[in-house]
């Protein structure tokens, strides 16, 4: 099969994709077109049907379907005019082929993450860690292949967990470069800052927002969660209960971009600072991987509102 990051301008392309949304929108002139978005292992592209004729078979999203078209660039960025649809047959095809997963070493990941909790020193903190990570099963079952987001940074199978292992990082180091650190509550909040995402997100190859994630999104779930473990701890203190949600709180460090509460401790900054870095770098190298011009120019990014180049040097 020809992968998405593998097209080019112009090509014809004959294959089947994962279509993981569809639209009918209405053209200027009035008339139904299809947007669609397609998904393999390597990313995702616009598809656009303008001509709702026979060739165009019944198809919904998260169908595999086989479609007919030509590569062309839309607003720096490549996208396909579809002439012929229909379903995928099974058989024809290889589920794994669309599911976009981390280049690292999953169980050496999980390893070096479960490593963090006995570094611990605090009986509680550790406590916390141990019935969050090792005694719910809905983690344990799900920790090693959940992604970190639907499109923006890390949303791929493995990307939570390689996203949650950066930030702890990231937050280690950062944790005695500067003084009146907890390191102990920065680490458990690294560990546990995306963790609601678990219950936000569902699985590949759909990958889309559950009714919680809607209605409740995965920081006030993971708050909640810390709740419930620490509620199972007996003597758990009421004041680092409160420390370590108010980080999970204000992690996105803004009121715009999501968190309740700015950041009002070394601890929930720090981590902050951590989760910013590593998902807006990881979103700067995906762009860089997956620019299909052949300069050093990639084009404008939306989420880093800047036009992205390759360093060439």
């Not at 479609?67 to 794994?96: A, D, F, H, W």
């Not at 690292?104 to 909790?117: H, R, S, V």
Request: glycine residues 8%; hydrophobic residues 35%.
């Amino acid at each position: 099969m020809r992968y998405i990051n593998e097209l080019r301008e112009g090509e014809t392309v004959v294959g089947h994709y994962l279509c993981k949304s569809k639209q009918t929108l209405k053209s200027r002139a009035g008339k139904s077109y299809y947007s669609l978005k397609l998904q393999d292992k390597t990313g995702l592209l616009d598809g656009k049907v303008w001509d709702l004729n026979n060739e165009i078979k019944s198809f919904e999203e998260n169908d595999f379907i086989k479609i007919e078209g030509t590569v062309l660039i839309y607003n720096n960025e490549p996208q396909i005019n579809i002439r012929r649809i229909r379903k995928s047959q099974e058989g024809e095809y290889n589920p794994m082929d669309y599911i976009p997963s981390t280049d690292k070493d999953t169980e050496e990941m999980y390893k070096k993450l479960m490593g963090y909790i006995s570094s611990v020193n605090d009986k509680y903190i550790k406590a916390l860690l141990n019935q969050i990570f090792m005694k719910n099963d809905f983690v344990l079952q799900n920790l090693k292949k959940h992604s970190a987001a639907r499109t923006l940074h890390h949303g791929y199978l493995g990307g939570l967990l390689e996203h949650t292992l950066s930030v702890t990082e990231i937050c280690d180091f950062m944790s005695g470069r500067y003084k009146k650190v907890n390191r102990d509550i920065l680490i458990c909040t690294a560990m546990l800052h995306d963790i609601g995402k678990i219950y936000e997100l569902s699985q590949f190859p759909v990958n889309e927002y559950t009714d919680d994630g809607q209605l409740l999104g995965h920081i006030f779930i993971g708050a909640e969660m810390v709740h419930d473990a620490a509620s199972k701890i007996e003597g758990f203190p009421k004041n680092l209960e409160s420390l370590i949600k108010h980080s999970i709180l204000a992690h996105h460090g803004e009121y715009e971009y999501g968190s309740p509460e700015l950041p009002k401790t070394i601890e929930a900054f720090i981590l902050h600072c951590a989760d910013n870095m590593d998902a807006k770098v990881k979103a700067f190298e995906e762009a860089v991987e997956s620019g299909s011009n052949q300069g050093n120019w990639i084009g404008y990014n939306k989420m880093l509102q800047r036009n992205i180049r390759k360093t060439d040097y």
